[in-house]
C-alpha cells in the first residue's frame, strides 16, 4: 500500500515544527470572544479550551495510525475510500472544496476586514470589499503557481509566531486590568451548563483546526512508532498551553462582557498592555499572521479540487483539472474555490461560517476514527508501522467527543447543522449520476 519511492527521512525537530506550523493560525485570536460568549464564564472558558486541546490530541494520535498504514498521497480521502468505499471519500473532497476551504478563505477574510477597519477607524460599510480585496489578491498570486503561494508562506509564517510570543510574554510581565477567578464553572445569568460549554467547546475547535493533516508526515517519520505520538502529543499540547496562557492574559486585561462577542480583543488586549502604537503594531502582526493563514487554504484547497478532477470524480472535471502552462497551477478550481468564498462572504458572518466548517469537518473526523476502530478487527494484518497508544481508549475518547460536538450542534444550531449537512450529501446524487455518465 505505501509509496516506494517514499522514504523515512523526517527527524523529531522537524516534525513537531511541522505539527505546529500546521495547526497554529488566526483563530486563537478572535475565537475567544466566541467562547466567551457562549459560556460567560472565565473558567468555563479556560476548561473549554482544555478539552478542545486534549480532545485534538486524542484526535491527532488516532488518525496518525491511518496515515502511517496508508501513507500515498489523497490523505483522509483515502483512508475513508478504502474503509468505507469510494463515496464517503468522494463526500469529503465535495465538502472540502464547497464548504471547508472556502469557508476558511471568506471567514479569516471577514475578520482581516475586520481588523483593518478597527485599525485604520475605516467605514465599517468597507467590511465586504476589503474582505473580497484580501481573498483577491491572494487568489491572483496562487494563480502564478505553487512557488508564489509558497514564498507567502514563507514570509508569513513568522507572522503567526511573533504576536503569540508578544501578548503572552508581555501579559504575563505586567499587571492585569481585571480580577480572574476560574471559579466557579457556573455560566453566568440563565444559561445552562452543558448549552454553554458545547458552544464554548465548538468555538475552540476553529483555532485547533488543521490538526487532520499532521499524520500526512507518518510515512516520512523516522521511527514513526516512537517518534509519531511523542510528536503529536508534544506539538499540540504546546499548542494548547499556547492557546491558553493567550486566553489567560486576554481574560486578566479585559471583563468578560468586554471580550464576549468582540472581534477587536486582541487588539483592544494589546492596547491595554502596550498603548496606542503598541496595540496597532500587534494587530499589524495578527493581520501578516491572519493573510498567511487565507494563503495556505488558498493554496491548498484547489488542490484538492484539482486532485478529484484528475480522477476524473466530479462534474466539470474535464475543466477543474486543467493546470496553467507556464505556473502548473490548477487555475480553474483556484478561481471555484475563490467564488464559493466570495458567495460566503455576502452570505455570512466570521462565527457563523467557521462554526460550520467545524461542525462538517467532525462529521468526517467521527468516521475516521470509528475506521481505525472497524480497521483493527476487519484487516489485523494490515502493516502498521505506527499503532495508536493506548486502544482502544484514545479513539473512544477521540469518537465520543466527536459525537459531543456534532449532537450539541445539531441540537443548539439545529439551521447551521442542517445546512452543513445538505450542502454536504448534495453530493450523493452528483456522485451517482457522473458514475452512470462514465
Not at 466530479?314 to 458567495?343: C, D, E, Q, V
Not at 462554526?355 to 470509528?370: G, K, P
Request: charged fraction near 10%; proline fraction near 5%.
Amino acid at each position: 500500500m505505501a509509496d516506494k519511492t517514499m522514504q523515512p527521512h523526517i527527524g523529531p525537530f522537524t516534525a513537531l515544527a511541522t505539527v505546529m506550523g500546521t495547526v497554529i493560525g488566526g483563530g486563537v485570536f478572535f475565537k475567544t470572544a466566541a467562547v466567551v460568549a457562549a459560556t460567560n464564564s472565565a473558567g468555563l472558558t479556560i476548561l473549554a479550551w482544555v478539552l478542545g486541546g486534549l480532545l485534538t490530541i486524542c484526535g491527532g494520535l488516532t488518525v496518525s495510525e491511518l496515515s502511517a498504514a496508508f501513507p500515498e498521497t489523497g490523505g483522509s480521502i483515502k483512508y475513508l475510500e478504502h474503509t468505507y468505499g469510494k463515496i464517503t471519500g468522494f463526500l469529503l473532497g465535495w465538502s472540502e472544496m464547497l464548504i471547508y476551504f472556502p469557508a476558511n478563505i471568506a471567514a479569516l477574510a471577514i475578520i482581516f476586514a475586520t481588523q483593518v477597519i478597527n485599525l485604520f477607524h475605516l467605514n465599517p460599510g468597507l467590511l465586504v470589499p476589503i474582505a473580497l480585496l484580501t481573498a483577491a489578491s491572494i487568489t491572483i498570486i496562487n494563480l502564478f503557481g505553487a512557488r508564489a503561494g509558497g514564498m507567502v508562506q514563507s514570509l508569513t509564517f513568522l507572522g503567526k509566531l511573533i504576536p503569540l510570543a508578544i501578548i503572552i510574554i508581555g501579559g504575563l510581565w505586567m499587571p492585569g486590568h481585571v480580577e480572574t477567578s476560574l471559579f466557579p464553572l457556573n455560566p453566568a445569568g440563565h444559561t445552562n451548563f452543558i448549552t454553554a460549554f458545547s458552544g464554548g467547546l465548538i468555538a475552540t475547535m476553529f483555532a485547533y483546526e488543521g490538526w487532520i493533516n499532521v499524520g500526512t508526515i507518518a510515512g516520512e517519520i523516522k521511527n514513526p512508532q516512537k517518534n509519531l505520538p511523542r510528536v503529536i502529543g508534544l506539538g499540540l499540547a504546546l499548542i494548547m498551553v499556547i492557546y491558553l496562557l493567550v486566553n489567560w492574559v486576554f481574560l486578566k486585561q479585559l471583563p468578560l462582557n468586554q471580550i464576549a462577542g468582540n472581534e477587536n480583543t486582541a487588539f483592544e488586549a494589546a492596547q491595554r498592555l502596550f498603548g496606542e502604537f503598541g496595540g496597532k503594531l500587534v494587530t499589524i502582526g495578527i493581520l501578516v499572521s491572519v493573510y498567511g493563514t487565507i494563503n495556505g487554504y488558498t493554496l491548498t484547497g484547489p488542490r484538492v479540487t484539482y486532485a478529484m478532477a484528475k480522477n476524473d470524480d466530479l462534474p466539470g472535471s474535464h475543466w477543474l483539472k486543467k493546470l496553467s502552462k507556464k505556473y502548473a497551477a490548477p487555475y480553474w478550481a483556484t478561481i471555484l474555490t475563490f467564488s464559493i468564498a466570495t458567495i460566503m462572504v455576502f452570505l455570512g458572518s466570521f462565527d457563523v461560517l467557521t462554526d460550520m466548517l467545524v461542525f462538517v469537518m467532525w462529521i468526517f473526523n467521527c468516521l475516521l476514527f470509528f475506521a481505525v476502530l472497524l480497521l483493527r478487527k476487519r484487516e489485523p494484518g494490515l502493516p502498521r508501522p505506527y499503532r495508536v497508544p493506548w486502544f482502544p481508549l484514545i479513539p473512544i475518547i477521540a469518537l465520543v467527543g466527536g459525537l459531543f460536538i456534532l449532537i450539541t450542534t445539531i441540537i443548539n444550531q439545529p439551521l447551521l447543522a442542517l445546512t452543513g449537512i445538505g450542502v454536504t450529501f448534495a453530493g450523493i446524487p452528483f456522485f451517482y449520476i457522473h458514475k452512470l455518465r462514465h
